[in-house]
């Protein structure tokens, strides 16, 4: 590889809110003056998860930092792993060492050794026909200036300045594309389609994770499918980044029909998790007839009749493994399925030996894949960089893990949903996957569609009320848009 120059972009302008990576001990450099200095050590490296909350918020904020490096960064990128069952493990797992690695060089100048680098830059040279500019990170084969930008993908929240001598503002270019080999110009447009106001605030959200607390007929799914046409054709997002999850095959088709011309990756999600799975075998999927098949070849029930013999089984392996609870306790709990928890390790066994899969093995073995095989799920993270959920408040806690794996450290997930609405609790959702939306996917911005356009008033306003007696539920609010003529036609 040729010597790499420094970035004559350096310090880069103050709309795109770049860090610095130096030395220990090294200087603030100029242009940093004002920014917060962080040190990375040892200790930082053994428990990252305190710096890892500072660097997420100010990377979504484009805050500058100086970033003191005092460990090998080879070590620091080395890929964590896990054979904790996924049932063992906390809705908030995360693999804090990668989002602190992600965090210290997505927006990053590399200062070490005293010559400026912008690494984002000089991978564009490398992989793409952009060449050095002498203004901004790279010059495009239009002859255009850009920046390769490391920031949360979305608008700036202040324009670039104008080029000196150019009289207009550099492009801009995201990392992302880059990785892909391209040079994407960023996109501004807004949308094409008639929106109302709430709708577009929500469509055009800038960056990072959003929660969009959708009540019933207030067009979540005009929304979703909004918001994932917004990406790919108003801001030119790569569609091999974006994957949108429905709840179920009904739900994913409807979004399929509405952005049929888009060519889009949409799922549900143990569609993805399938896909997942088979990046490392492929397995057939069985239906229940034969989970009960291989139920009876595992343990042994008494055959009472008018009485399923193996219901409870099957309710118990959803516990384990959508519900993520230790197998031991399920069978201590229900007192009804002796044996389980010695079964349970039996039957993913046996799938796995007759290469089998039920319905939500997809989910758990997917997961089980995503913890342990680090090149997996980078691959699994390039389809989920822009992760696109519907009916959020389903989620179960298996279903949440999920989520937040393939979303990858940029945690770019557009989760739409009502917490008045949760229907799956058997399985361990719970609206709190809402109302604490933050606390998986920090620094979230919050939107809410308010207007029903499918109830007259009276209907909305009982709902209303007796929504209100709900204790945990984001609070909001809700009007009627039906036209008074109609509306007294219905209640009538």
Same mark, same amino acid.
């Given at each position: 590889m040729p010597p790499v120059a420094p970035a004559a972009s350096f310090p880069g302008p103050d709309a795109l809110g770049r860090n610095v990576v130096v030395d220990p001990g090294a200087p603030t450099p100029p242009g940093f003056e004002r920014a917060r200095r962080l040190l990375i050590d040892d200790d930082v490296l053994a428990d990252p998860a305190a710096t890892v909350a500072v660097l997420r918020a100010r990377w979504l904020r484009r805050r500058r930092s100086v970033i003191e490096l005092a460990v090998d960064n080879e070590a620091a990128r080395v890929a964590e792993s896990t054979d904790t069952p996924p049932y063992a493990l906390s809705r908030d797992h995360a693999f804090h060492r990668e989002a602190l690695h992600f965090l210290t060089w997505a927006n990053s100048y590399d200062l070490r050794g005293?010559?400026?680098?912008?690494?984002?830059?000089?991978?564009?040279?490398?992989?793409?026909a952009a060449s050095r500019s002498d203004t901004a990170d790279v010059l495009l084969p239009d002859g255009r200036h850009a920046f390769v930008d490391g920031g949360p993908r979305g608008p700036l929240p202040v324009p670039l300045p104008k080029a000196p001598n150019a009289g207009v503002a550099p492009e801009l270019v995201h990392r992302e594309s880059v990785s892909l080999g %391209?040079?994407?110009?960023?996109?501004?447009?807004?949308?094409?389609?008639?929106?109302?106001?709430?709708?577009?605030?929500?469509?055009?959200?800038? +960056?990072?994770?959003?929660?969009?607390?959708?009540?019933?007929?207030?067009?979540?799914t005009r929304v979703l499918t909004a918001r994932l046409r917004h990406l790919l054709r108003d801001r030119g997002v790569e569609p091999e980044l974006v994957t949108a999850l429905a709840y179920n095959t009904r739900a994913a088709q409807e979004m399929r029909e509405r952005t049929s011309d888009l060519h889009a990756s949409i799922r549900t999600l143990h569609s993805l998790a399938l896909r997942i799975c088979s990046l490392d075998e492929r397995r057939q999927v069985i239906d229940e007839r034969e989970v009960r098949r291989i139920l009876d070849r595992l343990v042994r029930t008494a055959r009472i009749p008018n009485q399923d013999p193996f219901q409870a089984y099957l309710d118990a392996l959803a516990e384990v493994r959508l519900a993520?609870?230790?197998?031991?306790?399920?069978?201590?709990?229900?007192?009804?399925?002796?044996? +389980?928890? /010695?079964? +349970?390790?039996?039957? %993913? %066994?046996?799938?796995? /030996?007759?290469?089998?899969?039920?319905?939500?093995?997809?989910?758990?073995?997917?997961? /089980?894949?995503?913890?342990? %095989?680090?090149?997996?799920?980078?691959?699994?993270?390039?389809?989920?960089?822009h992760l696109l959920v519907d009916e959020f408040q389903d989620l179960t806690p298996a279903f949440l893990l999920l989520v937040r794996l393939v979303a990858g450290p940029s945690l770019q997930v557009f989760a739409v949903g009502d917490d008045d609405q949760t229907i799956y609790s058997y399985a361990g959702?719970?609206?709190?996957?809402?109302?604490?939306?933050?606390?998986?996917?920090?620094?979230?911005?919050?939107?809410?569609?308010?207007?029903?356009?499918?109830?007259?008033?009276?209907?909305?306003?009982?709902?209303?009320?007796?929504?209100?007696?709900?204790r945990h539920r984001v609070p909001k609010t809700i009007r009627s848009q039906v036209v008074t003529a109609v509306a007294d036609e219905v209640a009538s």
């Open positions: 005293g010559t400026p680098r912008w690494w984002h830059g000089v991978l564009a040279e490398r992989r793409t %391209r040079l994407t110009v960023q996109g501004d447009a807004l949308p094409s389609e008639e929106l109302a106001p709430d709708q577009l605030a929500a469509v055009t959200h800038g +960056f990072g994770p959003a929660r969009v607390i959708a009540p019933a007929g207030s067009g979540k993520l609870r230790d197998p031991a306790e399920v069978e201590a709990e229900r007192g009804d399925i002796d044996g +389980f928890a /010695e079964a +349970f390790d039996r039957y %993913r %066994r046996l799938l796995a /030996e007759e290469r089998l899969l039920d319905f939500d093995e997809q989910i758990y073995r997917a997961i /089980e894949l995503l913890l342990q %095989r680090p090149e997996l799920r980078t691959t699994v993270q390039r389809w989920g960089t959702a719970t609206p709190e996957h809402l109302t604490a939306f933050d606390r998986w996917f920090p620094g979230a911005t919050h939107h809410a569609l308010e207007v029903n356009y499918r109830c007259p008033p009276a209907v909305v306003e009982g709902a209303v009320q007796l929504l209100g007696h709900n």
